[in-house]
């Protein structure tokens, strides 16, 4: 674990987020996170959305403190830390993101020749804008309320109403298809979207799935215990152990 | 060198009075490379229990301006498998490693302690204690954690600092970390405010920030100061210390040393700077 200092460049309004581009000498990878003190009792964790060799972009919410920093602000950070997403000469890529977690897969968009992305979201108005992805990824859309897109959520086995389409049927065909699966949603889905995974490839490779787990990590390093997960091996730190976890070692609940 | 445990056979020597509170440090050398060893007096470990505990379920953790609240169930691995895993880690500490062993039944806590004590480089254990502990529960518990045979601390809730103390004391405890952190109440952020006042969406716990320090310090003055120290044994200070200025005034109303908690998870090099001021006196 590193201690570095970043330099906070600009926060932009990126609806629904605010785009923070910080540059540091030591930028973390797609799925791995830093520490950022940014003045109140805990540091706040930071993923990024884009890596360059200079630093990286990430995507808070509105009201984020480190958006309140001025432009050339020195950001004392811890990391990069955890274990990101590890993806080996892919050439088939699916991403599956809740669309309020979409952020920590961004850095995944280009890191293949064929991306697909499906995102669920509760209605048409929180969908990415197709404009902000890369022109070659190709983009499905679920709906809970069926507003555009298929009707969600993703792994519902219930028929579709009429006039409305389920994604199962193609999910299972994507999950076939693709080389590496990775995943941001809330952990709590991960049980069911394991099982999808399961019946869609009869032996799944170690990391086929990676999902990242999202959770509040006050310490980074393993010393708080707040972040401990149950896993099929036992309890488990996201800080450390994590944030990226093989969808099937956590999706046995 | 400071001693904790005057009159114990073996003694509890700190080359500095501080080290990290109980929870905010793991076992062993998750912060070795922000803080370089021998920097710390004492190695105070997470939470172990005889047996595996698994972690709270539900909000852990709450902010509220500087204040942060914690209930995470004290997971640990259980005593045998924390031996296992930083055993070693243990025997080779430049500093006395002081487990805090959490006190459930007295044939429980006997066992742990024993255990724990049979590690190399352990040099004492810190006794934490249930918030709602009888007096009678409580020094039971203090003598079967004595089974270990090494210097005791034992970490006095904050609500019963009056109660407990002085039983603690007369019952054996070499020194007495005061206190634990306070027990505290807050409305998790997007409940409505009628349903948190009806009690269905508010998280229970572990108080930090630094609104601890007053009533730390108001303790200290009660039960350690010169010329009020009621005790006779050291104290360790503990809630919300924030800088060597904190460190200092603790020391100056009678503590013999004092722990960082939630601090260091945001600031690690705040063990180092408290360090530092004490070695320039
Ligand atoms: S964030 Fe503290 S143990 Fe994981």
Do not use: I
């Given at each position: 674990m590193k201690q570095q200092t970043a330099t906070f460049r600009f926060a932009l309004p990126s609806p629904p987020h605010w785009a923070v581009r910080l540059d540091v000498a030591q930028p973390p990878r797609a799925g791995q996170y830093v520490l950022a003190e940014?003045?109140?009792p805990l540091r706040e964790a930071l993923f990024p959305a884009d890596v360059d060799a200079d630093g990286f972009t990430a995507l808070t919410p509105r009201g984020h403190p480190i958006t309140r920093l001025l432009p050339g602000a020195s950001v004392d950070l811890l990391g990069p830390l955890g274990n990101g997403f590890r993806l080996d000469r892919v050439q088939r890529l699916l991403l599956i993101a809740e669309a309020d977690k979409l952020s920590v897969l961004r850095?995944?968009?280009?890191?293949?020749?064929a991306v697909t992305l499906v995102v669920e979201g509760p209605?048409?108005?929180?969908m990415p804008a197709p404009?902000?992805?890369?022109?070659?990824v190709e983009l499905l859309l679920v709906t809970l309320d069926g507003s555009v897109g298929y009707l969600g959520p993703l792994e519902s086995q219930e028929p579709a109403p009429a006039g409305q389409e389920r994604i199962g049927p193609l999910l299972a065909e994507l999950i076939a298809w693709t080389e590496w699966l990775c995943l941001a949603c809330r952990r709590e889905r991960y049980p069911a979207l394991a099982g999808l995974v399961r019946q869609a490839r009869l032996q799944p490779t170690a990391h086929f799935a990676q999902a990242l787990v999202h959770t509040e990590m006050p310490c980074g390093v393993g010393a708080c215990d707040v972040c401990r997960i149950p896993t099929r091996h036992g309890e488990k730190h996201v800080c450390t152990d994590g944030p990226v976890f093989d969808l099937l070692e956590i999706g046995n609940e | 060198m400071i001693e904790l445990a005057p009159t114990h056979k073996y003694g509890l020597s700190l080359p500095t009075p501080v080290m990290p509170a109980a929870?905010?440090?793991?076992?062993?050398?998750?912060?070795r490379d922000l803080l370089e060893e021998g920097v710390l007096g004492a190695l105070v470990t997470n939470p172990i229990s005889l047996r595996p505990r698994n972690v709270a379920q539900g909000q852990r953790i709450l902010t509220r301006g500087e204040q942060v609240l914690l209930h995470t169930?004290?997971?640990?691995?259980?005593a045998k498998a924390i031996l296992r895993q930083y055993g070693k880690y243990w025997e080779r500490s430049p500093v006395p490693v002081i487990p805090h062993l959490v006190a459930t039944t007295p044939a429980e806590t006997s066992k742990a302690a024993v255990l724990l004590s049979a590690a190399r480089g352990v040099g004492g254990i810190e006794l934490g204690l249930a918030e709602n502990v009888s007096e009678d529960k409580a020094v039971e518990l203090l003598h079967a954690a004595q089974d270990s045979g090494l210097p005791l601390i034992v970490q006095v809730p904050f609500s019963r600092v009056d109660a407990l103390a002085p039983r603690l004391v007369e019952a054996g405890a070499d020194a007495l970390t005061l206190t634990a952190p306070p027990r505290a109440v807050l409305p998790l952020p997007d409940a409505p405010e009628d349903k948190a006042e009806s009690g269905t969406r508010l998280m229970r716990g572990r108080l930090y920030g630094p609104a601890v320090f007053p009533l730390l310090l108001n303790v200290l003055a009660r039960f350690a100061a010169p010329g009020a120290n009621q005790l006779h044994v050291p104290i360790i200070a503990c809630g919300g210390v924030a800088s060597p200025a904190d460190a200092l005034t603790c020391i100056s109303l009678g503590a013999a040393a004092v722990q960082v908690d939630v601090l260091v998870w945001r600031t690690p090099g705040v063990l180092r700077e408290i360090a530092a001021a004490f070695k320039a006196l």
């Open positions: 940014c003045g109140g850095p995944l968009l280009n890191a293949a020749p209605t048409r108005a929180r404009d902000s992805l890369p022109p070659a | 929870g905010v440090f793991g076992y062993g050398d998750v912060y169930g004290l997971p640990n691995a259980g």
